[in-house]
């Protein structure tokens, strides 16, 4: 009984909780804490592409500071190792999904050139300083295999940067300086071989004053190979073999440098003119418009002025354009965050539904008009509303000058236009006189658009024509009775159009049983047909029918068709008198 007990007492009580160790996370490869690690590697990459082949080529600049290398060196290290550790933990996608399964991530990793490239730059080629001493740097040459990473955080930076186009030029430039860095130290290392001061073309000998110092023969070297390399300025002439093979080779890479230049500078350029394109409209079709039109000068000024005021405030009247090629929903929340609070200030769309304005967000056309231009007149038809996002606008009188209200931003007007609401005295007209006073930034939704929109939103156009109605009662420009008529007009034109469609069902029920009937009928007569056949194909020919036909053979004067007609009519003869056995008897 006690063991039962036991068996039941281990069986039920839950499992110890198990000591489980923290592991590190697994990375992004598209998130934050990704990016900044790669933004992390570029400092070691750069340290040894830069500090490796400069103390390698500059003695003095390695033994004056041998503690300081070493630290860097080591520490560079160190950060290379916890690379590999976050490659390791660094997921991937695969069919859309991260891959978060530790396993796979290595075995993916360690299937690629990557952790190949990884491993011989961790390679400790330092353990030579055993033998060759501390001051041979070349051995950590192996460190250059990590260039891969500086390349990747630069392409990540350029996609997260607000200003790709300068962060371009600044790429630029780091290659630049560090391809003149290189070139310069190998300058220096082949004057040292060839001898200081043995002639024009290599370095002073460092006996001179100043050339001693590390800071001048350093400078001097950069000097020198942007000199050469930007074919800027006199050099002096080569006198040796290796000499000539060097500034053959300068030359070589300074065309290659040029037209590398040249296409990344007309890369920027061309993309920043896209980029401009693309926000603001391009005002140099329209000014040679105007001019081959001869437009007066006042009215061309204004226009100009419209394109100024444009590019200086960074106002975007094709938002549509720009966002086109996101996907529809990430174009939508982007829309929304932008402009929702702004139209939820419209009192007719206050408390509709979240998918309804988001639709209707998708509608709005951003336009900035100019000083004294008119948005809309007295007696014009409205095909849409303005909601005033920037600026002022006036309600004016039809002289233009004497003003009854001021519109500021966050206000709307024109809203009862599009709305179809039964009994409105004024129609589809404009009542007022609306007048920019400065430059003025409204969104416009056409009542085409918003028809579109709430045909997909029965209630919420409900809703919206309710309000609509409410605030023409407030202003008194709502026709009670001719809200009556009409409604009634409606609903008579409803009723007619729905006994047209039970009577247009009911025909089509009797249509349908009429061919069901015709096709019916069809079939039967088919097969009696059908059996008739069979049946007269199976019937012995008379004897005296037969003996007929064998006296009367045609002779040489008869025809082809009289015989089959004697044929036929003696088949059908036949034919009859088997069909009717009794008329034949009674005869």
């Not at 590999?84 to 999904?97: K, S």
């Not at 600044?170 to 220096?188: E, G, Q, T």
């Not at 942007?226 to 500034?247: N, W």
Request: charged fraction near 25%.
């Amino acid at each position: 009984m006690s063991q039962d007990n036991k068996v039941k007492t281990s069986e039920s009580s839950p499992p110890a909780p198990s000591k489980t160790r923290k592991s590190l996370p697994v990375l992004d490869p598209s998130g934050d804490y990704y990016y900044w690690w790669l933004n992390t590697m570029v400092f070691p990459v750069m340290y040894n592409l830069v500090i490796i082949v400069c103390r390698a080529c500059f003695p003095d600049l390695q033994h004056s500071y041998l503690v300081a290398w070493l630290v860097l060196d080591y520490t560079s290290d160190l950060l290379y190792l916890l690379d590999i550790v976050a490659r390791f933990h660094t997921g991937f996608l695969e069919q859309g999904i991260l891959v978060v399964d530790r396993g796979q991530i290595a075995s993916r990793y360690v299937r690629t050139w990557s952790f190949v490239l990884d491993l011989a730059s961790l390679v400790p080629t330092d353990l030579t300083y055993l033998r060759l001493g501390p001051h041979t740097p070349t051995l950590r040459l192996n460190r250059f295999l990590r260039v891969p990473r500086l390349f990747e955080a630069f392409d990540r930076t350029e996609t997260r940067t607000a200003y790709p186009n300068a962060f371009r030029i600044a790429k630029l430039m780091i290659y630049i300086f560090v391809v003149i860095h290189w070139n310069s130290c190998l300058y220096f290392a082949l004057s040292r071989y060839l001898g200081f001061g043995r002639d024009a073309w290599v370095y002073p000998d460092p006996v001179q004053p100043g050339f001693e110092r590390l800071r001048r023969q350093y400078l001097y070297s950069f000097y020198f190979s942007t000199l050469i390399l930007t074919t800027v300025g006199d050099t002096p002439l080569p006198a040796r073999e290796e000499e000539y093979l060097f500034m053959v080779g300068d030359f070589l890479l300074a065309v290659m440098g040029f037209a590398t230049i040249m296409g990344s500078m007309s890369s920027v350029i061309y993309n920043m003119n896209t980029a401009d394109a693309a926000f603001y409209p391009d005002h140099a079709l329209v000014k040679k418009y105007m001019k081959l039109q001869h437009v007066n000068r006042r009215l061309e000024r204004r226009v100009i002025d419209w394109y100024q005021h444009l590019q200086i405030n960074k106002k975007m009247t094709n938002e549509v354009a720009i966002l086109q090629h996101l996907p529809e929903r990430l174009r939508a929340e982007v829309a929304v965050s932008v402009h929702l609070p702004t139209l939820s200030r419209v009192q007719i769309f206050q408390n509709c539904e979240a998918s309804l304005l988001e639709e209707l967000v998708l509608k709005l056309q951003p336009q900035t008009y100019s000083p004294g231009e008119y948005v809309c007149r007295k007696g014009d038809i409205g095909r849409e509303m303005y909601i005033i996002r920037e600026g002022q606008l006036a309600v004016v009188a039809d002289d233009g000058v004497t003003q009854y209200a001021v519109l500021g931003a966050g206000l709307y007007f024109g809203e009862i236009s599009i709305i179809n609401i039964k009994g409105n005295m004024s129609g589809n007209r404009r009542t007022a006189n609306i007048k920019s006073l400065g430059y003025s930034d409204l969104f416009c939704l056409s009542k085409e658009d918003l028809r579109e929109v709430l045909s997909e939103y029965p209630q919420a156009q409900a809703v919206m024509e309710e309000k609509g109605r409410e605030i023409l009662l407030k202003m008194n420009k709502l026709d009670v009775n001719a809200e009556a008529a009409e409604i009634a007009l409606q609903e008579a034109t409803e009723s007619r159009l729905r006994r047209l469609d039970e009577q247009l069902d009911e025909l089509q029920t009797k249509f349908a049983r009429l061919l069901a009937e015709l096709e019916s009928s069809a079939l039967k007569i088919a097969y009696r047909i059908e059996k008739l056949e069979w049946e007269t194909r199976e019937w012995p020919m008379p004897e005296g029918l037969a003996d007929a036909d064998e006296e009367e053979e045609p002779g040489e004067g008869t025809s082809k068709t009289e015989v089959g007609r004697a044929g036929q009519k003696g088949a059908s003869g036949s034919k009859w008198s088997s069909l009717f056995p009794k008329i034949h008897t009674s005869k």
